[in-house]
């Protein structure tokens, strides 16, 4: 009981501290782009995005995250400081993304999964929904060895796509809602399945799924991770910093502290090899972390880690484990509903 009032009076000066002390807030984007399948949505439009900076100008008061970082390490926050974060690494935070900042004067922080770079497959996510949601017919039964283990499933009905249908499930979303078919239950069972393999493993799976399909390789335009030429194009210039979203994008709490931080620190160095550029920045894939990748990403050297959990910046946040806020595809309006909401956000704890 003591124990209980104690936690609440705590939890009430913890609130009061907040609600008195400046907030930041971090952005988390993945892609600027139109795309006709986005389960997670992972795009926001072109259009979109240019409104999203109009608002930032003119509501906010944009920095880069190495500018917060720095601000929050001499126990300061700017108010209303926001800055604007990419993960993954796609070809179109470059192509569409990075003129649209340099428009605007905005600074971007890129979390970038350097084993995609150049590589040319898309990011396996990616690769799932191209060969499952895709327009056309696929075989009807499919049996799948993961991990040492025998799967089978049978599409039905499903395993052939008319024009109609896929039209109609273009904009599915994951949600937690009941699958609308036999391929987006299949869809949500091996993302759920494939999601804390190792590289190795998952890549053994996509290629058997591959060669069930028949859907030939290729990294359609739209879906590409950034090559080799285009990572320091990327970097270069004052407006864009590259930071560390790991090699492979792994489940970070799935595996041994020993490879967490290997992960990290191959990242690290790779990135920072090919862009000439101190990378001090680091991203949780998928927000996953344990407590051992709060202390590998100081190991590894990092001055900040960014999380998926949503709230503001303050100044009791923890650097390793900075909160972000994912950005939806809605127009300047919305967004600036939303980023206000946001900047007096108050988390429910
Ligand atoms: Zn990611």
Redesign the pocket.
Known sequence: MIREILHRVLLSIDRYRRRRSARALVLAY?RIAAVEVDPWELCVTAEHFAEHLDVLQQIAHPISLRELVQAHKEGRVPDRAVAVTF??GYADNLHTAKPLLEQYTIPATV?V?SGYVGQKREFWWDELGGTLLRLGALPEQLTLSINGEDFQWALGEAAEWSEGEYQNFRGWIVDGREAPSLRHSLYLELHQLLQPLREVERRKVMDDLRAWSGVELDTRPPSRPLSLDELPSLAQGELIEVGS?TVT?PFLSALPERLQLDEMRRSKAFLEEHTGRPVTSL?Y??GNYAKESVKSAREAGFDCACSTVVDCVWRGSDRYQLPRAGVENVDGEAFAKWLSQMLNYEMIT
């Open positions: 993945h993960d993954d979390f999964a979203h994008h991203a894939p998928y």
